[in-house]
């Protein structure tokens, strides 16, 4: 059985390794907190992240990196703006050539708009990269509420490798090679869960929603196969899967940023309310909306929630401006059927 480790013991690092543990692989998990450390092994809570969950025994936790240097699969799930510094000095310790690599995190670097998984890799050179992504609620996961998620890796049996410790009675995971599309699919719809709160907020009932989810699928395809995804993986539990869990749960932490937004809150009260949370998508809009404008995509709503949240804009004047945009057809005939 897999040697397995979890980098990073947030709310969804713990959840996943809740998974690990419960299908036998004996997780340790690696905190930059020796108080969060000190309660999972002696209390096995972890209150600040998921209260209320009894984490399984068999999940230890360990503030020492070098004890990561014998797993066979580590997963990389601290916040993105983390990942970079967190991998290097994981690498300054040294892990064995053939360990794989899976990034759970959601999110695109900015200015050089690398993908997490193209951190790690340019990180670690010989190693196997892979990318765990879905509509997956940390909360849901560790109390084992039916899940299923998707494991992309340009390798399919490493793929397959790591699907086999995802798969429970109560989680599934399916494999694919577009490592692209699901790691794009993740990252952008943290940008239109903002929207999906903001609408929210603003109290602009169900019609609106759907057109939100179902416009901003369309600029979530159209950006993310600019960017290197295929199509179809968008249609998938990444890319649609995750866009609705996330525009329609009070769950997501950027969805409860756009709603303070609707509401007429600033970013910096509402972040502040969050405590050690992190919204993804408060970041992720200015690497989206940056690397949509570097590649000429048109992306109408994701620049809309960038000027809300960087450019001082009303949420409600966004709105207008969205609606009053040059009036088209639904699907362009000039693009072989693809949505406009
Ligand atoms: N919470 C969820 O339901 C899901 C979260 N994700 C993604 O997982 C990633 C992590 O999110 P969460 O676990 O929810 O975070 P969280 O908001 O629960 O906690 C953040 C964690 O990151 C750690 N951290 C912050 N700065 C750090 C640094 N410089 N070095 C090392 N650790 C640092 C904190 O100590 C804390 O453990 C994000 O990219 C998020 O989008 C993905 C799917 C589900
Ligand atoms: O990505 C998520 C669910 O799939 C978690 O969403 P938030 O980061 O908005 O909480």
Not at 65 to 72: I, T, Y
Not at 156 to 171: D, G, K, N, S
Not at 205 to 223: F, H, Q, S, W, Y
Not at 260 to 267: A, F, T, V
Request: net charge negative; charged share 25%.
């Amino acid at each position: 059985m897999m040697k397995t480790a979890v980098l990073g013991a947030g709310s969804w690092g713990t959840a996943l390794a809740t998974v690990l543990a419960e299908g036998g692989y004996a997780p340790l998990l690696w905190c930059r907190s020796a108080a969060v450390a000190d309660e999972i092994n002696e209390k096995h809570t972890t209150n600040d992240y998921l209260p209320g969950v009894e984490l399984p025994g068999s999940l230890r936790a360990t503030t020492e990196l070098a004890d990561l240097r014998d797993r066979d699969l580590i997963l990389v799930v601290t916040p993105s703006k983390a990942i970079a510094e967190v991998a290097e000095k994981l690498a300054a310790v040294g892990i064995c050539p053939d360990t794989v690599l899976l990034a759970c995190t959601k999110g695109i670097e900015r200015d050089t708009g690398r993908r997490m998984s193209e951190i790690l890799q340019d990180i670690f050179p010989d190693n196997p990269i892979a990318v765990l992504s879905g509509p997956n609620h940390a909360e849901e996961v560790a109390r084992k509420l039916p899940t299923a998620t998707t494991i992309a890796a340009s390798d399919h049996e490493v793929a397959e490798r790591i699907q086999a410790a995802f798969t429970l009675p109560w989680f599934r995971s399916y494999t694919t090679t577009d490592v692209a599309g699901v790691e794009l699919g993740g990252a952008i719809k943290n940008v239109f869960a903002i929207a999906g709160g903001i609408v929210e907020g603003l109290g602009l009932g169900d019609n609106a929603k759907a057109a939100l989810v179902t416009r901003g699928l369309t600029e979530l395809t159209r950006l993310g196969v600019a960017l290197g995804g295929d199509a179809k993986t968008f249609q998938g539990l990444s890319g649609v899967g995750d866009l609705v869990v996330t525009c329609y749960s009070e769950l997501s932490r950027n969805h409860r940023v756009g709603r303070g937004l609707g509401e007429g809150k600033s970013l910096e009260e509402i972040t502040a309310g969050m405590g050690h949370m992190v919204a993804e998508g408060v970041p992720n809009t200015l690497s989206i909306y940056e690397a949509a404008r570097r590649l000429e995509v048109d992306t109408p709503i994701i620049d809309q929630v960038h000027h809300v949240l960087y450019e001082g804009k009303s949420p409600a004047e966004a709105l207008t401006d969205l609606f009053l945009r040059e009036p088209k057809p639904e699907v362009d005939d000039r693009c072989d059927g693809a949505a406009t």
